[in-house]
């Protein structure tokens, strides 16, 4: 197996405020291999946008990566300086975020901030080859009459439009790493639907790595091959696609399933079962596992300790202490594997 | 990893709970007061906004002057004075008028010592105090007349005796703590009054102006369509006019120089922000569903407005509000300086201040005092005002 | 958008027009004429005075007379300074005024608006704390305890520069300060609020994502947001800076039009009164109009919801 694009180890990252820290990612350590897409899902404060940040270093004050590594293409993101880091940002590793709606600047036409972005990656490239190459992204993004759309002020677009011609910007210089967070949350499910198709679309065209950030599992069963679920500013549970939707072995994976509606018209109507409680205080998070006070399988333990993780098969982790061979037997949850910490 | 078997027990539903850090779940008010507290200049400000009220509402009843008592002869008596012993016991202090005022050792001011002879060519004055048969010569010629160069201006000597040039000690002026006016009047309990005349036209004026700015901007607002456009144009038309001119021009109009003249001025005019305000607020909030649901309950529309609407717009308007006052207060100030305030005897801080411009050279403590209840004040609804905003603005409130 | 200027325009002029109404009406019911005296005038005299400034013709009439005279742009003789006409105080009055306004303004642009932007980039280091303190300072101490601080030390005590009048360059320092304490520090202040406010968009962070350098970040894609709002402002304040002038050329002893004014309502010079009245508010509205249209520049969502709207 060939080096990994992206590896992240033990990252932990904070905010202080004035009332105290917020730890917002408390330890997360994942990879990721050259042409992959990675989902990372979980509920809003699961840490999932921060360890974004943390890779791209757009970690803003008062927050900071208090500990671990990030390699990409085996160099430490966390050394770097910000201007360093600038030079890979929008070149190397792009990011796409929420809300297409306010993630364009509103005063300037999208032609003026495509082409500031493709020659500042372009060092010395002419402003008209720039603006060739930024037609030719929203060619491929499937905006329409792109030579005259990119005359336009965001305000000019739709929802849906815009969020494509971030993507465009985001892909102009060719990436290697994509981190799209929610980028379907803020639109209309048609819209959605459509921007996923893209994704899906570009990820066999352009040679980019994909991290898909989401709290809907069902955005992610599409397009990823690998799933990452987090919970409390910590990993939860990691795998294939198949692991994680046939074969959950985490309480908290399991809930996740259990609260989405599945669109079966066919009738067969389960109900849905809400996780009872609500997600953990970052400033003071429990000591042992942060789903603990909310798992219906809480044992001693588990309130105590903070969960090993679980090694099951080549692909699949979960970090649960009723996979530990002292814990009593449980439905799904069968005991066994190489315990990691 | 070494677990105790005992501890794979299931834990029981308490033990999870108590796992479960229960945020207080604190209402808006309880929020924001405990925000407020945590912000030290709006707890500073909060503070300067109570002793200013105490100062103006309780201040006078301990003083024993009145703000209109006049001692002409204790007329510009600084708030610190250089006293001299003249004689056994016998402290005098010279006013730059020219005044000799016989001063207790503490400061009080004691008696005005007359003159009995004033020879303005060589520049000694002597002034006599028949009772205790004393006559003080006061040589002010040093530095002003040739040859009489000197490290001080002026020297006193008691029934011809040697001269006195060093002050015994400068004390703080008892009777009058910041001194007097051009008219023997005290420019403290002057200030406390004046602190009610300005405290009361910049609140009352801000409450005309709130109802105004309300009552407008959530009827503009609710109503929407035709009667929101012309609403809102006449607040545009007053918005592009320079109101101050038209708060001069009710004053000129209205004539007779009140309280409520300046009150009317203050609270016709400076409404418009407080509309716009409103009208944005509501604006956002009656889309909102809970509004919906009570318009689908038929509860009828002064109703809505009063008890959905403003309520949760409140945040926004007491943040304004607490602004509006020291504007306001800076506002009165402004048009009592240039010489269209509150009429004589009552005074504003900034009729106080005017009052001090003409003796600005000579007695520049009588400007120092209102000057400062202005700057304060100022200082103190603006620090209540930033910590206001940061404890009430929803937009941070998550946090 | 050739069409949304012009509509601004004569709606501009709409605002000067009901400006004007509103001043002579105002000024005409004020009880007793300009000749009321604490002395009562004999009233063949009166009489006299009336007919000569024709005021004993029907309201509707003089009121006609005047718009007249304004879109002439003749407003009248004053009546307190005889033989003076109200175009000449303003001819003598407005150039000295807006000299010493304009000094005003570029000061507030040139320190106003980059130690609000510095103290936004350093907030809550020293430098913020600094800028922040001396721009409550500003907005809290009004302008005429400025100005007679700066004379008692300045002028008075240490004897820098003259009291009074504008004889030398120096003799506008005082004038310029006092004139624009309070708008520099709001204007300090405002661009420090709104840069933060811009500095938490989302649109930096993408800036920022797309790997733009700092520079960039902040001059190009935050500046032209955070200065929407400082332009807004700007604006009427320039034109509000000569009602300002009323305390500080009372202070200064400075001969322009603002002491006129003054002088004017305490004499009750109504043509004064109502020609000054009427300049100011066309002067704001104009200013307030001049924004709208570099608001129209700046922010290209503008023409969209108003040409829509």
């Known amino acids: 197996m060939s080096k990994p694009l992206l590896e992240v180890k033990n990252v932990k990252t904070s905010f202080f405020s004035h009332l105290g820290e917020i730890q917002a990612v408390r330890g997360s350590s994942f990879m990721l291999n050259q042409g992959d897409v990675l989902g990372i899902v979980g509920e809003s404060g699961s840490g999932k946008s921060v360890t974004a940040l943390s890779v791209m270093g757009l970690i803003d004050e008062p927050g900071r990566i208090k500990e671990g590594e990030i390699l990409f293409d085996g160099e430490d993101l966390v050394k770097k300086s910000q201007s360093e880091l600038s030079e890979l940002r929008g070149n190397e590793i792009s990011m796409i975020f929420q809300d297409p709606m306010t993630s364009l600047n509103p005063v300037y036409s999208i032609e003026n901030q495509m082409v500031e972005v493709i020659r500042r990656h372009n060092k010395g490239m002419s402003k008209k080859l720039a603006v060739a190459r930024a037609v030719e992204m929203l060619t491929l993004v499937g905006i329409p009459e792109p030579e005259k759309r990119i005359k336009s002020y965001p305000h000019e677009f739709s929802g849906g439009m815009r969020q494509r011609v971030m993507i465009a910007t985001a892909l102009s210089c060719g990436p290697r790493l994509l981190i799209a967070d929610e980028p379907t949350t803020a639109l209309d499910v048609t819209i959605q639907a459509q921007i996923l198709d893209l994704m899906n679309d570009l990820k066999e065209r352009v040679n980019a790595s994909i991290i898909l950030i989401t709290h809907d599992l069902g955005v992610i069963a599409e397009i990823c091959d690998h799933i990452i679920v987090m919970y409390g500013g910590i990993i939860m549970e990691k795998g294939t696609e198949k692991d994680i939707f046939y074969n959950p072995k985490n309480p908290y994976t399991v809930g996740l399933h259990q609260s989405i509606p599945k669109g079966d018209i066919s009738g067969d109507k389960k109900r849905l079962v809400p996780i009872e409680g609500s997600p953990p205080d970052l400033m003071h998070p429990p000591k042992g596992c942060p789903f603990s006070p909310r798992c219906p399988h809480a044992m001693k333990v588990c309130l105590e300790k903070p969960a090993p993780m679980i090694r099951l098969n080549e692909t699949h982790t979960s970090a649960c202490w009723l996979l530990h061979e002292g814990a009593p037997v449980v439905g799904q949850y069968k005991k066994g594997g190489e315990i990691l910490e | ?399 | 958008m050739r069409n949304y200027f012009l509509r601004r325009f004569i709606y501009s002029l709409f605002t000067i027009f009901l400006i004007a109404t509103v001043t002579f009406f105002m000024m005409h019911s004020i009880p007793g004429g300009p000749f009321t005296r604490e002395r009562p005038v004999p009233p063949e005299i009166m009489r006299a005075l009336n007919a000569k400034y024709h005021l004993d013709d029907p309201l509707i009439v003089q009121y006609f007379d005047y718009l007249k005279g304004l879109v002439t742009f003749d407003l009248g003789p004053s009546f307190s300074k005889i033989g003076v006409s109200v175009n000449k105080l303003i001819i003598t009055g407005f150039p000295i005024t807006a000299k010493v306004g304009l000094l005003a303004v570029i000061l507030i642009i040139v320190l106003g608006v980059p130690f609000g932007i510095i103290s936004a980039l350093r907030q809550n280091r020293p430098i913020d704390y600094i800028v922040t303190f001396g721009a409550t300072l500003g907005v809290t101490i009004p302008s005429f305890v400025m100005a007679t601080l700066y004379i008692f030390f300045i002028a008075g005590k240490l004897g820098l520069v003259p009291t009074f009048g504008l004889k030398t360059p120096g003799s506008y320092i005082g004038p310029m300060i006092a004139l624009s304490g309070y708008s520099l520090s709001f204007v300090a202040r405002l661009t420090r609020s709104s840069m933060l406010e811009v500095l938490r968009q989302d649109y930096i962070r993408t800036a920022r994502a797309n790997g733009l350098k700092e520079l960039a970040v902040i001059g190009k894609h935050a500046m032209k947001n955070a200065l929407i709002p400082v332009v807004t402002y700007l604006g009427p304040t320039i034109a509000a800076l000569m009602t300002g002038s009323f305390v500080v050329e009372r202070i200064f002893a400075i001969p322009g039009i603002g002491r006129y004014f003054v002088e004017s309502v305490t004499n009750r010079d109504y043509t004064v009164i109502i020609g000054v009245t009427v300049l100011y508010a066309a002067f704001y509205v104009f200013m307030v109009y001049l924004v709208d249209v570099l608001y129209a520049i700046i922010d290209p969502r503008i023409k969209f919801e108003k040409e829509a709207g």
């Not at chain 2, 008696?111 to 105090?129: E, L, Q």
């Open chain 2, 1 to 399: 990893m070494n677990v105790n078997a005992s501890q794979f027990e299931f834990a029981t539903k308490k033990e999870s709970q108590d796992q479960e850090i229960l945020r207080k779940s604190l209402t808006y008010w309880q929020d924001a007061w405990r925000r407020l507290k945590n912000h030290k200049l709006a707890m500073v400000g909060l503070i300067g906004v109570i002793l200013i009220l105490l100062f103006a509402l309780a201040g006078p009843l301990f003083s024993r002057f009145s703000y209109s008592d006049q001692i002409l002869d204790y007329s510009n008596v600084p708030p610190r004075m250089d006293i001299y012993e003249v004689a056994d016991d016998y402290y005098v202090f010279i006013t730059r008028d020219y005044k000799l005022l016989r001063i207790s050792e503490k400061g009080e001011i004691l008696a005005r010592i007359f003159d009995s002879d004033k020879d303005a060519i060589n520049k000694i004055y002597t002034y006599s105090d028949v009772d205790e048969g004393l006559d003080i010569a006061l040589d002010f010629s040093y530095n002003l007349l040739p040859g009489k160069e000197a490290d001080y201006d002026y020297t006193f000597a008691a029934n011809g005796g040697p001269e006195i040039s060093k002050p015994y000690k400068t004390v703080s002026n008892r009777t009058y703590p910041f001194g007097s006016d051009g008219v023997g009047r005290s420019i403290l309990v002057r200030v406390m009054y004046g602190a009610r005349i300005s405290l009361t036209v910049a609140f009352v004026a801000s409450i005309v102006n709130l109802l105004i700015g309300v009552v407008f901007g959530s009827i503009a607002a609710y109503e929407g369509g035709r009667t929101d456009i012309i609403m809102m144009r006449f607040v545009d038309i007053l918005n592009s006019i320079p109101l101050i001119i038209y708060v001069i021009l009710i004053m000129v109009l209205v004539g007779n120089r009140g309280l409520w003249t300046m009150i009317i001025a203050l609270g016709s005019v400076y409404w418009v922000t407080m509309a716009r305000l409103v009208r944005g607020q509501v604006l956002s909030l009656k889309e909102q569903e809970f509004v919906l649901a009570a318009r689908a309950l038929g509860v009828n529309r002064s109703h809505i407005i009063s008890r959905h609407l403003i309520p949760n717009a409140i945040g926004p308007i007491i943040i304004s509000m607490t602004m509006m006052i020291p504007s306001a207060v800076f506002t009165e100030a402004f048009i009592s300086f240039i010489g269209l305030g509150v009429s004589a005897p009552m005074a504003s801080w900034g009729t106080l201040a005017n009052d001090a411009l003409s003796g600005l050279m000579s007695y520049p403590y009588q400007l120092f005092s209102p000057s400062l209840a202005i700057a304060i004040t100022m200082l103190s609804f603006n620090f209540l005002g930033d910590g206001l905003r940061d404890a009430l603005d929803p937009r941070l409130r998550k946090g």
